[in-house]
């Protein structure tokens, strides 16, 4: 008998799943020798976080756009530096997390948009940390625009008890011997015995 060639793409993909099964069973166990706890990384020496977004499969317009934030207290600068940094980022400047966030997909590449954030941010910081021009301290920092969310805490009268837990154990306890009398009553509503 002739294999069409589906057949043959059918059998290879077969294959391919047989061999990732053989390394899931073998090879990774393994592999749990390797393992090494996480430590994060020191953001004294990594202050900007850079975030990529990315489509597999068909060109999606939105994989162009970077995002990159960092926490001003991150980049070491003086006090007075560090409130015109705020003052300049305007909108971008969260006062909730004390971090500003920048994104653009103005350009066709991902790295052409983190090349124009990071000439962004160097302007930004040689803006705040330049003396001679204006020191916006007239200025009041806007906070407008980020408003903290509230936290609601769990009321405490909504909380399992013991007394509710025993009375929902007897009330699944009920539940359970209803439906064992039913299937001893009439047998046709048993699943298992029926398959």
């Excluded at 980049?75 to 006062?95: D, I, Q, T, W």
């Excluded at 007394?163 to 439906?179: D, I, M, W």
């Amino acid at each position: 008998a002739e294999v069409s060639s589906t057949g043959y793409a059918e059998l290879e993909q077969h294959q391919e799943v047989r061999e990732l099964m053989r390394l899931a069973a073998w090879e990774m166990p393994l592999l749990g020798r390797l393992a090494k706890p996480f430590v994060p990384p020191k953001t004294d020496k990594r202050p900007l976080r850079w975030r990529y977004t990315t489509y597999f499969g068909d060109p999606h317009p939105a994989s162009r756009k970077v995002v990159v934030e960092f926490r001003v207290h991150d980049l070491k600068l003086e006090p007075k530096a560090a409130l015109k940094l705020k003052k300049l980022a305007g909108v971008r400047y969260n006062s909730g997390t004390k971090s500003v966030r920048m994104s653009s997909d103005s350009f066709d590449t991902q790295a052409r948009n983190k090349r124009f954030l990071a000439t962004a941010i160097e302007n930004l910081i040689r803006e705040a940390n330049d003396t001679t021009t204006d020191s916006f301290e007239d200025i009041a920092l806007d906070r407008r625009h980020s408003k903290p969310k509230p936290q609601y805490n769990f009321p405490h009268s909504w909380k399992m008890t013991e007394e509710r837990r025993a009375q929902l154990e007897t009330k699944r306890l009920r539940e359970a011997a209803y439906s064992a009398r039913r299937i001893e009553q009439n047998p046709d509503t048993d699943g298992l015995r029926l398959i």
